[in-house]
């Protein structure tokens, strides 16, 4: 299934000589155009997403073919640099009181 999604990143044939190739490509097509609008209602956008949270993680294409694969992975690129700066504030808030006791304790 990952081979296939990487295959259809790439892939930008309409006549493709897989099956499944234009089957996913219609899948994510859909997910594009679907009117639903609500996440979770639709089950072809369901199967969409599942499919794209698969293949996003292992995606290594700049220039991937795949809709929402390139805001799935700045989503998170995003979160991850969220984590990071969080987790260097809370770093620094320890080092600054740490700092402040030191220099507390020697006045
Ligand atoms: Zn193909
Ligand atoms: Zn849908
Ligand atoms: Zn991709």
């Not at 309409?14 to 209602?41: D, I």
């Not at 292992?58 to 995003?78: A, G, M, N, V």
């Not at 504030?89 to 320890?94: G, H, K, Q, R, T």
Request: charged content about 25%; aromatic content about 6%.
């Amino acid at each position: 299934m990952v081979d296939l999604l990487a295959h259809v990143s790439q892939c930008c044939s309409p006549h493709c000589q897989y099956p499944n190739c234009l089957k996913v490509n219609w899948l994510f097509q859909h997910g594009t155009e679907c009117k639903t609008g609500h996440f979770g209602v639709c089950v072809l956008c369901k199967k969409m997403w599942y499919l794209l949270q698969l293949h996003a993680p292992s995606c290594k294409e700049t220039e991937c073919h795949i809709p929402r694969c390139r805001d799935l992975k700045e989503h998170s690129r995003r979160l991850q640099q969220d984590t990071d700066a969080r987790h260097r504030a809370a770093v620094e808030e320890i080092l600054r009181k740490r700092a402040a006791d030191i220099a507390g304790n020697s006045g």
